[in-house]
């Protein structure tokens, strides 16, 4: 687990990303184990709801309905989660499943392909939990697994950047791939793919 703890040395100053990991320490980012899977899942379906809101769409969020049978019990996937006082209030999940062809182009589908793509998906935090730093760490934590993971040739991911602060956050990790918001792809929403490489 990641150690979120900073300590300044006295008379130096602050730098952002060590501001971050300050206000992080009060926050516990880790892989999930099977008690937190209920406030995971629960993180997931206010997030659909209530800023995605389109809901819950079988045909997209099969993995929240099984989250340990997805996340927990597969060696190649995780779930890592931001908990503060035993509440789960952000999580991550990577798993070994490229971009599907449709809705996605089949280029991006070859290039993603599943088995050596390390893909991340599900990275929310609730709104009251934002700005410490805790999609930044649960990133990092869930990128250092697929680094150790045998197979993973890349991290892939996709967002909408619709959703406040979603493209500004993704574009200071992570390099554009395609961005598919001419294209109609998932509805009309404002989807961009992007790539992290492997630590």
Not at 73 to 94: I, K, S
Not at 118 to 141: F, K, S
Not at 158 to 180: K, Y
Request: charged residues 25%; aromatic residues 10%; proline residues 7%.
């Amino acid at each position: 687990m990641e150690d979120l703890k900073h300590h300044q040395a006295p008379g130096t100053t602050e730098s952002h990303g060590a501001l971050l990991h300050r206000r992080a320490a009060a926050y516990e980012v880790r892989h999930a184990g099977p008690q937190d899977v209920r406030g995971a899942r629960s993180v997931m379906l206010d997030t659909f709801y209530r800023e995605f809101t389109y809901g819950y769409v079988p045909e997209w969020h099969g993995d929240v309905v099984d989250i340990r049978g997805t996340y927990l019990d597969h060696p190649r996937h995780t779930l890592v989660v931001a908990v503060r006082d035993g509440e789960v209030v952000g999580t991550c999940a990577l798993h070994s499943r490229g971009p599907a062809h449709p809705p996605h182009p089949r280029w991006l589908a070859e290039r993603y392909a599943s088995g050596r793509t390390a893909q991340l998906l599900r990275v929310y935090v609730r709104p009251a939990h934002r700005r410490h730093g805790l999609a930044r760490a649960m990133v990092r934590e869930a990128c250092a697994f697929a680094a150790g993971v045998p197979g993973y040739e890349r991290v892939y991911l996709h967002t909408n950047v619709d959703v406040p602060g979603a493209e500004g956050f993704w574009r200071s990790l992570a390099t554009e791939v395609f961005d598919a918001r001419t294209t109609g792809e998932h509805g009309g929403y404002g989807t961009v793919h992007f790539e992290i490489p492997l630590p």
